[in-house]
């Protein structure tokens, strides 16, 4: 299926503060973002109308904000009004929603205190990312030779684009070499993440993920963390070395646009897709359907005990 290019759409996006067509929301070519990368944004995913974690989302957009010293004109309730408004009058019952913030073309050069700061809002249909084939059997993943910055090199917990460039060359790399996805160490060579996904691993029933430190926070990885405790599960959120990667069962992926990803590959390493992932990934996409509540993995934990 052709993909409709993404400025030649039909709808509104939200541009600092007003509803402007689809395909005038434009910048200038001297834009301090364009050159310098000076942009941080979210992704996140309406499920039956309702835009999930919306808050959380908004949180860490400030977050990524203040952490690339970028002061946002808007408040965090009127960035919440205006999701939630461009996601009405989208009105697709599932979709994607990308809000933006970015630094203008004021004035141009590395340190641009008078670029000025926009905002925009764009919400798009996006299915699974991938095909349920794929989800049936795991996806393969490379082992990048990327690693991720430290916080000594980066603002390495923001969303901000600059720091997309080594998960866009990672990930060109990996499907070139049939993948649909790449893994990265940390600068201290421990499993950091996937291109645009936090990862699991399970173990003799037990769950591992890399700790937190190296990477932005995910409101997916939190979420998978309070469904697996919920179950009963033991989480480990700990350094994980690439050695171990032989000795797991199980691995997954989580984000916003990934949801719950099962892996097959990673290199030479083979996972099953076996009942927890698949357990994680029902109990994941009931939770953000509103089909269950944390509670409802709570109760049946306990009655199964
Ligand atoms: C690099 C990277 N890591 C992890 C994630 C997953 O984060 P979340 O679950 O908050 O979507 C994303 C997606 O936003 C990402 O781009």
Redesign the pocket.
Known sequence: MAIIPFDDRDGEIWFDGKFIPWRDAKVHILTHALHYGSSVFE?ERVYNHEIFKSAEHTDRLFRSATLLNIDVPFSKEEVEQAKTETARRAGYTDAYVRPVIWRGSGSMGVSAPASGVHVAIAVWEWPSYFSPELLERGIDIEMSRWRRPGPESAPCTA?AAGLYII?TLAKEEAELNNCQDALMLDKDGFIA?A????IFFVKDGEIHTPALGN??E????ATVIDIARARGFKVHERKIKPDELGSFEQCFL????AEVTPVGTIGSHKYEVGAITRGMREDYLNLVRRHATMADFEARTSAAQ
């Open positions: 992704g969303k998960c993440e291109t645009g996904a936090h990477f932005i995910g409101i997916t990885r989580t984000g916003s646009a």
